[in-house]
């Protein structure tokens, strides 16, 4: 049976309008090539996750932000972590933290992380990427490298 929230009804609302207003930040960032929308973003996914702390998507958001748009590896990986530990069940935020670690010299970590991405995944694209990841990753073998964050 899932946790009952404590933030309430009006909180999760001002949360979710955050988050949305998180995204058309982020959408006017790729929009207009400005990285200030994507700060701008962060800001208001941290203002949801802050209403709402079981929010796991604001997490998600955040995370995906800081590491693909702003270079924030190491808040990236907690952000998505966090969004893990909120939803266990949910392949999203294994696929990203996975895709950060390989190309930011934690290949250790990265098999992992995408492993756990094709165990929860539905079948598509991305399970077969992740899938291709997980290979080339063992053929490069070697040490696993330390974390670049």
Same mark, same amino acid.
């Given at each position: 049976m899932a946790q009952r929230s404590r933030?309430?009804?009006?909180?999760?609302?001002? %949360?979710?309008?955050?988050?949305?207003?998180g995204l058309s930040l982020c959408y006017s960032g790729h929009l207009l090539a400005d990285r200030s929308f994507y700060r701008g973003g962060v800001w208001s996914f941290a203002r949801a996750a802050?209403?709402?702390?079981?929010?796991a998507a604001a997490h998600y958001q955040r995370g995906l932000i800081r590491g693909r748009e702003l270079g924030e590896y190491a808040a990236a990986i907690s952000d998505l972590e966090r969004a893990s530990a909120l939803r266990p069940e949910w392949p999203e935020p294994y696929l990203q933290?996975?895709?950060l670690h390989r190309f930011n010299g934690a290949p250790?970590?990265?098999?992992?992380e995408l492993?756990?991405?094709v165990e929860l995944a539905p079948a598509g694209y991305w399970r077969?990427? %992740?899938?291709?990841?997980?290979?080339s990753l063992e053929r490069e073998g070697g040490p696993p490298g330390p974390a670049v964050l």
């Open positions: 933030t309430s009804p009006l909180g999760r609302l001002a %949360a979710r309008w955050w988050y949305l207003w802050r209403l709402w702390p079981e929010f933290r996975g895709l250790g970590r990265a098999v992992g492993r756990r991405f077969e990427e %992740a899938t291709r990841q997980i290979a």
